[in-house]
């Protein structure tokens, strides 16, 4: 499993921005295809040539009969498989990661422009600039309040093309295993090619037991298109019914009530089942630091996360039941890593005070007095 | 063989490369090393073992394989690959240098933040720019040598079922009998591909940095 480490930490970064379906179909790539190839096919396949027995003493009539009978091993053909299904996810990760780079580059230009605008004084063009950046920011598929990424938009097409293709990718594999070798392999091989002077019987080494991980193999990968189809299913009915309350928007009565049923469907989703493949980006081994790691983005969601998701309510009115892949890292992960440095007036929210932060600061006669 | 090692001096350039970089870095880890690694290593195997020879004379079949293989296949991508990840280490070892004169400044009193020191992230221009160009370059021209290699070696990139041989101590021309020729033809091809690959977005990415650089200028003199 060591070598396929390469793959495997890209990939648990493509994890964390991955809908609740992404997440099922990569545990099944990483338990039930990489973890079963690398441990229990690799060996079984391991004396393929050495124990592929022919019925002539003629020398190099095995070598080319068991050529013809396996031009590609099923262990090099599955890895194939694997690495070319796992590439359209790879695509994607960049491009979330380039729009979490725009998003940080936005933030960064803002702040020095609240700082410039603080001192000149000009309080209105301020405020439309936010409000112009914020616009840019849902355009980009990054949501300001609750620091997650939204596939929305380009993200979204992103996202759809890269399981296209991955579902076109596990056909085109499947399908060609089925022509290089059917389904079962045979004990029995006749093999007629130069040098063997008639057809010779040549006998396959260990034929059921390969049979057994044929077929699993087969079976996780007919399963592994099942999980992408059903995401294409999830991604499109999501899609439709966003168009449909849309359609709805105008009307107030049904505002509170999604506002109030939102963030729990938010936080139903982003709870999610399987196993969580966090780690920490700086570990104190030296780990690689793959293209896509970035400790200042993920810390700053962490931040972000906190201090705004009182804005997360008020703003979610336009925002409908989209996908929402929390991009935050989580807590007991955060306090391994070390603190950022942020400047100095970074944290101080100098927008203009929502009803809910004026409310929060001042005491309530409700409250407990200590 | 560990490219563990690798991997993590490469992470560290990773930080100060350009998008194009960061492609070609990933194409490398997970096409080239990780094939190489997983399948092409086990592939060419039992490459002596299963090379045989239609004689029965002692030393004949050493000899032949030793004439139509110098180097195996896997110890020349081995070496492409590390040759082709070398200049990478010209860049890390300049913004070193960089860093370590910002410290020393810093020790002799002038004003830098040590925190801004630490996150900054460099950007591609004066001096690291004729670095990183130069390794870009570095990086075509050991890739083009290494296929070259590769055709002249083998006289193609097929490898062939039968091989006829008449070096001492062989008595006679023998055939000779490739092990997995087909199996071997396809990973040929496929490191080939990504070769090619890598060789594009090395060539796309030193485009970007001239004409970046040719724009900043035309906007300078402007």
Same mark, same amino acid.
């Given at each position: ?6 793959l ?75 690495i070319?299904?796992?590439?359209p996810?790879l ?6 990661m ?118 699993f ?38 505002v ?61 009115a ?53 | #063989? ?21 492609i ?6 997970i ?9 092409a ?17 002692p ?45 020393r ?19 591609i ?41 008449d ?32 060789m ?14 040719? #724009?900043?200028?035309s906007?300078?003199?402007?």
């Amino acid at each position: 499993m060591g070598e396929w480490s390469f793959l495997g930490d890209f990939l648990e970064k493509v994890h964390k921005h991955s809908t609740v379906v992404g997440k099922v179909w990569l545990t099944v790539l990483f338990i039930f295809r990489m973890l079963v190839l690398g441990t229990a096919a690799e060996s079984s396949w391991g004396d393929e040539q050495s124990d592929f027995m022919c019925d002539t003493q003629q020398p190099g009539c095995e070598n080319v009969c068991y050529d013809k009978a396996f031009p590609i091993s099923h262990v090099r053909f599955w890895v194939l498989q694997i690495i070319f299904v796992s590439t359209p996810s790879l695509v994607y990760m960049g491009h979330a990661m380039h729009t979490v780079r725009m998003e940080e580059k936005r933030k960064m230009k803002e702040a020095e422009l609240e700082a410039r605008e603080k001192k000149n004084g000009g309080d209105a063009y301020y405020q439309q600039k936010c409000s112009l950046a914020e616009k840019e920011a849902k355009l980009s598929g990054w949501d300001e309040a609750g620091g997650q990424i939204i596939l929305r938009g380009s993200l979204l097409n992103t996202y759809v093309y890269s399981i296209l293709i991955r579902t076109a990718m596990e056909v085109a594999f499947i399908v060609g295993q089925y022509v290089l070798y059917g389904i079962f392999l045979e004990t029995l091989y006749i093999c007629q090619r130069a040098p063997c002077p008639h057809p010779v019987n040549c006998y396959v080494s260990r034929p059921t037991e390969k049979n057994v991980f044929i077929v699993f193999m087969l079976a996780v990968a007919v399963l592994s298109l099942f999980l992408s189809l059903a995401e294409l299913y999830h991604l499109g009915w999501k899609k439709a019914k966003e168009r449909c309350s849309r359609s709805y928007k105008a009307s107030p009565s049904t505002v509170p009530s999604r506002l109030e049923s939102a963030p729990q469907a938010e936080r139903a989703q982003m709870y999610t089942p399987p196993p969580d493949f966090n780690q920490c980006l700086s570990s104190p081994n030296g780990k690689f630091i793959s293209p896509f790691s970035n400790k200042m983005a993920s810390q700053q969601n962490t931040a972000n996360f906190a201090t705004e998701r009182v804005h997360g309510q008020e703003d979610a009115a336009g925002e409908g039941p989209f996908i929402k892949s929390s991009y935050a890292e989580s807590p007991e992960v955060a306090s391994e890593c070390a603190a950022p440095a942020f400047p100095e007036n970074y944290f101080n929210d100098k927008r203009r005070f929502s009803k809910a932060s004026r409310a929060s600061s001042k005491a309530r006669s409700d409250d407990l007095s200590v | #063989m560990d490219w563990g090692t690798l991997q993590a001096v490469l992470g560290g350039v990773n930080k100060h490369s350009t998008s194009i970089g960061k492609i070609w870095l990933t194409v490398l880890f997970i096409f080239r090393i990780m094939i190489l690694v997983v399948a092409a290593e086990r592939v060419w195997g039992d490459e002596q073992q299963d090379f045989v020879c239609n004689t029965l004379q002692p030393g004949c079949r050493n000899v032949c394989y030793d004439h139509f293989f110098p180097i195996s296949h896997i110890r020349l991508w081995a070496l492409q690959l590390i040759f082709v990840s070398t200049p990478a280490l010209l860049v890390a070892m300049h913004v070193a240098y960089t860093r370590h004169e910002k410290k020393r400044r810093f020790r002799n009193g002038e004003k830098i933040d040590i925190e801004e020191l630490k996150n900054e992230k460099i950007h591609i221009r004066g001096p690291l720019w004729w670095t990183y160009t130069s390794s870009i370059f570095f990086r075509i021209v050991f890739e083009a040598v290494f296929m070259y290699v590769f055709y002249y070696m083998y006289d193609g990139y097929q490898m062939p079922r039968l091989v006829k041989c008449d070096a001492w101590p062989c008595p006679n021309t023998v055939d000779c009998f490739v092990s997995r020729p087909t199996e071997k033809t396809t990973f040929t091809i496929f490191m080939l591909a990504v070769s090619g690959i890598c060789m594009m977005l090395n060539l796309a990415e030193l485009c970007y940095l001239v004409i970046k650089i040719c #724009m900043k200028e035309s906007r300078k003199t402007t």
